[in-house]
C-alpha cells in the first residue's frame, strides 16, 4: 500500500526523523502488550464484581482492540525497513487507531465502573490500573504527542465528565486532577518528543559525518590507520586491504599483529615479517614524522609515520610502484646501453671503481681489455646504421660469452667495448682471453642475410700495476689499443710506461708544431730527380723540414706522423705546396716541382680551389707541378677522387704515383686515373742487385709504364751498380743519395742549369 502525497512535504531530512519517530513506536513490544493486559482488567473486574453483561462486552471489545493492536505490530516488523520507513504515515496512523480506540474503550469502561461500583475497591483498581496505563503513554509513545493526547482525552474524559455531572462538588478536584493530568502527561509527551527529535537529528549528523569520514577514508588513494600510544589501531581504511590483498581486520588490532598479517600474505620469510615489524613500530613511535620504503610482494609502498596529540599516531601507506618502476627504468637508461644491454661507460666506471678500492684491500689484481671493432665504419657505410647496430648488439652477445660472470663486460661507446676481468689472472690467462676475444670476434656475422667479418684490435692494462685509479686504468689500456692500432689490426697489445712517454712526446710535438707554423720554422728542402742518360734534373721534389730553435732539424718521420693524426697534415700541406710554387718559377723551364699529397689532404672539399689558386699567385706553369699520391688514397675509389683527380688533370698539373709496388697495388689505378708517372719505392732499389725476384718485378712494371707511356722514376738508388742495373730496364729517371740527399734550394740552385759532375750511366758501365 503506497503512502499518499501530503500535504506539508516535509524535507527529505525531516521525513527521515519523522520514519524514525514512527519507528519508535513499534521499539515497545513488551510494554504495549502489558498495557493492553492492564487495560483489559478493568472491564474485566468490574464483570467480576458487578456481573454486568455491559463490562462483559467492554471486556471483549478492549481484547479485539488490543489484537488488532498486537496484529499491526507484527505486520510492522514483518515488513521491509524500506518499505515502513516509506508508508511511515500509514503506520503511525494504524498504530493511532488501536491505541486510541483502546484507551477510549478503557476511559469508558473504568469512567461507568467508578459511577455504578458496588464497592469502592472495584472502582479503585479500575482508577489505578487506568492512570497506571496513562502514566506509560509519555514513555511509550513520546515520539507522536498527539497520539497521546487523544489517548489522555479518551481515557481522563469519561471519568472526569461523569464525576462533574453525577457527583457533590466534593468529588470535582478529582476532575481537575485527571485534566491537570493529562495536560502534564502531554507536555511530557511533547518535552520527550523534542528531546527525541534532537537526538536522532544529532545521531543523523553524526551518522553522516562518520558517513562522510568513512567514505574519505575508504576513498583515499594512500592506506591510512590511526592509533593510540600503545600502537593500538582504531581507525584503517579499506585501501589497506587492497594493497596488501590480507582478510578486512576489525578494529582495535594491533600494529604488529596487522604487520604480521601482511608479512605472511605477501610470504615474508619469519625474518622478514620480524625485520617489518620492527621497522614500523619503531618509525611509529618516533617522536618526530618519519618514512620508511618496503618492497612488499611486487610492489613498491612508502609509509609516512606520524605522531599526533596524547601519543598517538598515524601512518599513511602510498604505493610507488610506479614511480619506483620509473626510478628504476630511468636509472636502467642511465647506467646500460640501450643497443647491447651492456653496461654502459657510466655503470662501469663505477664498477671499476669499486673493483680498485678492494684491489686495496685484498692486494689482487684486476685486468682491463678494451675492443674496438676492426673495419666497423665500412659496414656502417655500405649497409646502413640499423645493420650496424645488430651487429654491435651480437657483438656484445659474444663479448659476454667469451667473458662470463664474475667478469663485466660493457660497451663504452660507439664500437668501443670494455672487459673487466675481475679475479687474480696470470699472463696466460690474459693471453688466452685474448686470443678467444679476437677469435671470436673474426669469426663472420650473419645479419639480415649478410655475411660480415669484421675483426678486432685489443688493448690491455693491469691493475695495480698499472694505474690505481679507474681513469687511469682506462688511459693505460687506451694508450694500448691505439699502439695495437698503429701496428697491425687483430693484435693484442698490452700497455707499457713507454706508451705514455710516446704520448707526451706526440703532445709536445703537436703543440710545438703548431707553433712552428705560427713563427715560419718550417723549411722546404729538395731531393733532384736526375735523367742518368745526360745527368740532368729534370724534377725536384719537395721534402718539408722542421729547423727547431732548440733542438735543430728534426726528421720528417718523428713531425709528419703526429701531423697527420692530428689534421696539422692539411695546414702542412697547403704551406709546402704554396711554397714549393713560389722556389719553382725561379728554376729553368725545363725542372718541375713535385709536391706530396697526404691522404687527409686529399680528401679535404676545397683541394681543387687551393690547388688552382696557389698557380695562379705563384705565376708557376700548371704543367711544371707534379702532385704525388700514394696508393693508399686511392684505395676507396669513390666518385669524389676521380674527380678531383679528373679536375687536376684538367688544371694541366702532372699526377704521379708514389711509392709504387708496396701495399695497396692494383693496376686498375694505372688505366683508371690520369697518372702521368710512376714512382718505384725504394724498397726495390735497394733488393734489386741480390734478389732475382725484384728484378722481375721491376722488369714487370718497367715493361707496363712502357706500354702505358708512363714516366718511369726508381727511388732510393744509392750505387752505380743500382743505376746500371735500373739503365737495363730503361728505367732512366733516378731519384736517391747517389745523385743527392735533400737538400735546401741554395745547395742545388747552382746544379739546375748544368750538372757536370752528376753520375751517368758512361761510368755506371
Known sequence: MQAKASTNPRSAAEAEIYADLVETLFDTTHSLVTGILSGVLVPAIAWISTRETSYLW???????????????????????????????????????????????????????????????????????????????????????????????????????????????????????????????????????????????????????????????????THGLCMGDSSLTISVMNRRIVEFFGIVAAATPIKLDALAHAIGRTANMSPVEIEEFKELWMRHAAMPQATVFMRRIGERYFNFHCERAEGGAFVTVIEDVSTQQRALREIERIAHFDELTGLPNRYHFQDALGADML???????????????????????????????????????????????????????????????????????????????????????????????????TIGLAIAPQDADTPIGLLKCADLALYEAKLGARGTAVRYSPKMQDALLEKRAIEEELREALVKDELALFYQPIVDSRRG?????????????????IISPGVFIPVAEQTGLIVEIGAWVLRRACQDAVAWPGHVRVAVNLAPKQFHQADLIDTIAATLCESGLDPDRLELEITESTLISNTDDIQAKLA?????GARLSLDDFGTGYSSLSYLNRFPV??????????????????????????????????????????????????????????????????????????PLLECWNDAPRLESAA
Not at 663479448?399 to 664500437?415: K, Q
Not at 687474480?424 to 650473419?446: G, Y
Not at 679536375?647 to 688544371?651: E, G, V
Not at 718505384?680 to 725484384?694: G, L, M, N, V, Y
Request: net charge positive; charged share 20%; with cysteine.
Open 58 to 220: 467492554l471486556a471483549g471489545l478492549m481484547s479485539l482492540i488490543g489484537v488488532y493492536r498486537v496484529h499491526v505490530l507484527l505486520s510492522h516488523d514483518r515488513a521491509p525497513i524500506e518499505a515502513r520507513r516509506r508508508d511511515a504515515e500509514i503506520w503511525e496512523r494504524r498504530y493511532a487507531v488501536g491505541a486510541i480506540s483502546f484507551m477510549v474503550t478503557l476511559g469508558v469502561a473504568t469512567a461507568i465502573l467508578f459511577n455504578y461500583h458496588e464497592n469502592e475497591i472495584a472502582a479503585y483498581y479500575g482508577v489505578i490500573i487506568m492512570t497506571g496505563v496513562t502514566g506509560n503513554l509519555a514513555a511509550r509513545n513520546a515520539a507522536r504527542p498527539n497520539i497521546v493526547f487523544w489517548q489522555m482525552m479518551g481515557t481522563c474524559m469519561p471519568l472526569a465528565f461523569t464525576i462533574i455531572f453525577n457527583f457533590s462538588p466534593w468529588y470535582w478536584g478529582i476532575s481537575a486532577f485527571l485534566g491537570f493530568g493529562a495536560l502534564a502527561v502531554f507536555k511530557t509527551t511533547k518535552f520527550l518528543k523534542n528531546i527525541l527529535v534532537s537526538a536522532l537529528r544529532n545521531g543523523r549528523d553524526a551518522m553522516r559525518q562518520r558517513q562522510k569520514f568513512s567514505i574519505a577514508l575508504n576513498s583515499m
Open 358 to 456: 678492494r684491489l686495496g684491500v685484498t692486494e689482487g689484481n684486476a685486468v682491463l681489455i678494451t675492443v674496438d671493432l676492426d673495419r666497423f665504419k665500412e659496414v656502417n657505410d655500405t649497409l646502413g646504421h640499423m645493420v650496424g647496430d645488430k651487429l654491435l648488439a651480437h657483438v656484445g652477445a659474444r663479448l659476454s660469452a667469451c667473458a662470463p660472470t664474475p667478469n663485466l663486460v660493457a660497451r663504452l661507446g660507439g664500437d668501443e667495448f670494455c672487459i673487466l676481468m675481475r679475479a687474480p689472472h696470470e699472463a696466460s690467462q690474459i693471453d688466452a682471453m685474448s686470443a678467444v676475444i679476437l677469435k671470436e670476434l673474426s669469426r663472420p656475422f650473419r645479419i639480415d642475410g649478410h655475411r660480415i667479418t669484421v675483426g678486432a
Open 536 to 552: 740532368a734534373i729534370v724534377a725536384m721534389e719537395a721534402l718539408v723540414r722542421w729547423r727547431h730553435p732548440e733542438r735543430g
Open 647 to 651: 679536375k687536376i688533370d684538367a688544371l
Open 676 to 749: 702521368k708517372k710512376v714512382k718505384i719505392d725504394q724498397a726495390f732499389s735497394r733488393q734489386a742487385i741480390e734478389s732475382p725476384k725484384t728484378q722481375a718485378i721491376i722488369s714487370a712494371i718497367s715493361a707496363l709504364a712502357k706500354d702505358l707511356n708512363l714516366d718511369l722514376v726508381a727511388e732510393g738508388v744509392e750505387t752505380q751498380a743500382q743505376l746500371g742495373f735500373m739503365a737495363s730496364k730503361n728505367i732512366f729517371l733516378i731519384q736517391g743519395y747517389l745523385y743527392s740527399k735533400p737538400r735546401p734550394i741554395e745547395e742545388l740552385a
